[in-house]
């Protein structure tokens, strides 16, 4: 089966900010993302877990968005902004896709 290259942008970040940074990847004219809930971790923060909290407040969600390798640094320069002067962090990967168009 003929794979394409593409780019992977995961955004773990508060949930209080998950709003304007979906806002900044639709303007930035990202196709698509989906939000998954983060449940617990590890940090330089240490250990969270968000069982028992109440509100947004110190929850975290992880955005994942798949794009063209030629888009990465003008999306990720826009979320970037939002992202920093929060707790978060962003990765990016290699990934290949089946079907590009949807990208």
């Known amino acids: 089966m ?6 992977q942008i995961q955004i773990i970040c508060e949930r209080p ?3 304007r940074v979906q ?3 639709t303007e930035a004219g990202v196709k698509g993302f989906t939000v998954f809930p983060a449940l ?3 940090g330089s923060e240490g250990e969270w877990d968000r069982e028992g909290m ?6 975290m969600v992880m955005v994942l968005v798949v794009l063209d390798p030629e ?3 003008r999306v ?4 970037f902004d939002v992202v920093s002067p929060q707790m978060g962090v962003i990765t990016i990967s290699n990934v290949e896709v089946v079907r590009p168009d949807r990208f």
């Not at 003929?2 to 780019?7: D, I, P, R």
């Not at 990720?76 to 979320?79: E, K, N, Q, S, W």
């Open 17 to 19: 900010i998950l709003k």
């Open 76 to 79: 990720l320069a826009d979320i």
């Open 71 to 73: 888009d990465l640094d």
């Open 40 to 42: 617990s971790g590890s």
């Open 54 to 59: 109440v509100g947004d407040a110190g929850q």
């Open 23 to 25: 806002r900044h990847l």
């Open 2 to 7: 003929h794979t394409f290259a593409k780019k």
